[in-house]
């Protein structure tokens, strides 16, 4: 059983990596640290049986001495502060470390033959994994003419745990709004990996983000100027071959096939594909605390140690 450190155990991706690293077959959970719970029995706030007891974060760094890989489920400003203190691997899961030289940019879809050997691997964000996911088989392949127009909308607890009561679900119910927009923190990390698979500088993300009334999940609607007429079944059949031994990309048989409903619980990212040969839309829809958080790090967690990418995540089922 490979030793594991989790720190920032008690916020909404800190549960999910609880849960998921308590049963993962190959990792021992070795702490849970949350200074706010310290002392705290684990099973209270998870409802799952566990001996752990909460700890703070000193008390994590010294049990992390002796653990293989940590997990930093903090904000950007601790996890800047505590990966480099750390001797274990890291994996991030804030943005402090998804523009940072010598960081691998952990979306294992894409990049997994890096992330193996990576000493500190930044986990992606939630936007950015269905979006990048959705797209790149459109860059690689050179079917991109201008810029690729992203409407996104994410449920609340993709804000976090927030004292902001208008982030609240009950505060949210029968609403939409915008928010963000035209200064999303998630493009420049979006247009960085999208480059990496041949998008040029002259075609930018443009990203539309909104909250949701539900409690989890991101669905996003990609728009893209086709470089040349493709049909639906081409561009159906390109994805499905650039994804084809991805354990964890469906490319569904319509776009309109995608919803959170199919999605939510799982780790999985579904992609729908139509077009009218002048113009392509991609719909995308992730669970954002699974795939788009806690279960990607999992997957880098698996590449890291050298185990299969799904490991501890096969019993997911979608939560309706």
Known sequence: MHPVALFGAAGYTGVELIKLLSGHPDVRLACAASDGHAGRRVEDLTGRASDLVFV?????????????????????DAAAALAPSLAARVIDLSHAHRATAGA????????????????????????????????????????????????????????????????????????????????HQHVPEIEAALARVGMTAATRVVLTTHLLPVARGIFATLTVRLARRAPTAELVELYRRDYAGDP?????????????????????????????????????????????????AVENLNVMLGLPRTAGLEHLARHA
Not at 156 to 177: I, Q
Not at 256 to 282: F, Y
Request: glycine share 12%; with cysteine.
């Open 56 to 76: 703070s974060t000193e008390q994590a760094r010294a049990i992390a001495a002796d653990c293989e890989v940590a997990l930093l489920a903090v904000p950007p």
């Open 248 to 296: 964890t990309v469906r490319i569904a048989r319509t776009a309109e096939e995608v919803s959170l409903r199919r999605i939510v619980g799982t780790n999985l990212c579904a992609v729908g594909v139509a077009s009218d040969e002048r113009h392509v839309i991609v719909t995308v829809a992730i669970d954002n605390l699974l795939k788009g958080a806690a279960g990607q």
């Open 104 to 183: 691998v940019y952990g979306l294992a879809s894409l990049f997994g033959g890096e992330v193996a050997g990576a000493r500190l691997v930044a986990n992606p964000g939630c936007y950015a994994t269905s979006v990048i996911t959705a797209a790149a088989p459109l860059v690689r392949h050179g079917l991109v003419d201008g810029d690729v127009v992203v409407s996104a909308g994410s449920g609340v607890t993709g804000a976090g745990r927030s004292s902001d009561e208008a982030l609240s679900l009950g505060e949210m119910y029968g609403e939409v709004r915008a928010y963000k927009v035209l200064r």
